[in-house]
């Protein structure tokens, strides 16, 4: 058996930078940290209506004991008409993702 040994070179142009998977995953997490979601960042992010998101992650009590402030977790639930939602994005995005199987099928791990 042969074995062909070759150099490559690829050039990377001046505006491009590259950096190992896990740097690229910290930089996706800072970019969400000290930021907080209203309704409709929340919406965006999810692709659903608000009343499909109160009903089906943030009412049911399985979440909300999870995800409520007063309950300890980072999701401000509005108290009295014209307040509003606010969510802390780093670690709403973080439930999202571990969670998607359990808010579509309505499941608990």
Partial sequence: MQKLKAE??????????????????MLKQKELSGLYWNMKDLEKRI?????????????????????????GGFVYYPETKGQHW?????????????????????KIQ
Avoid at 10 to 17: A, G
């Fill in 8 to 25: 490559v070179v690829i050039t990377i142009p001046e505006d491009m930078v590259l950096i190992t998977r896990v740097e690229y995953e």
């Fill in 47 to 71: 692709n659903k209506k608000s009343e499909w998101i109160k009903e089906n992650i943030l009412y049911p009590g399985r979440f909300r004991k999870i995800l409520d402030i007063n309950k």
């Fill in 86 to 106: 606010s969510f802390q994005a780093t670690k709403m995005a973080e439930f999202l993702d571990n969670n998607f199987g359990n808010i579509f099928s309505g």
